[in-house]
Nanobody, 121 residues
Framework: QVQLVESGGGLVQPGGSLRLSCAASGSIFSISVMGWYRQAPGKERDLVATITSGGTTNYTDSVKGRFTISRDNTKNTVYLQMNSLKPEDTAVYYC???????????????WGQGTQVTVSS
């Protein structure tokens, strides 16, 4: 069984910073893409950023230059450093990982439980 556990959400003022973490544990042979998505009230879940095992990153346009995704492959952990936060960044942030649980198995997409980020004065 694989688990993704997120941490680091909270309430922050506009212009502030937060760092989210997501650690994968359990039966893990390899992890390819890891990423962060967010879902605001009444809206669909949207991509924020992804990172491959080799470090190639991809960001949605609205966060470019403000957010940085990184990962520690030795810890099966992905991070999202969020700077210059805006009220429109308010959402539940979800971690996602494409994990191969054992050798020769297909990979599966796993989700964390979500962490609330609120940007408000």
């Amino acid at each position: 069984q694989v688990q993704l556990v997120e941490s680091g959400g909270g309430l922050v003022q506009p212009g502030g910073s937060l760092r989210l973490s997501c650690a994968a544990s359990g039966s893990i042979f390899s992890i390819s893409v890891m990423g962060w998505y967010r879902q605001a009230p009444g809206k669909e879940r949207d991509l924020v950023a992804t990172i491959t095992s080799g470090g190639t990153t991809n960001y949605t346009d609205s966060v470019k230059g403000r957010f940085t995704i990184s990962r520690d492959n030795t810890k099966n952990t992905v991070y999202l450093q969020m700077n210059s936060l805006k009220p429109e960044d308010t959402a539940v942030y979800y971690c996602n990982a494409h994990i191969t649980p054992y050798y020769s198995a297909p990979h599966y997409s796993y989700w964390g439980q979500g962490t609330q980020v609120t940007v408000s004065s």
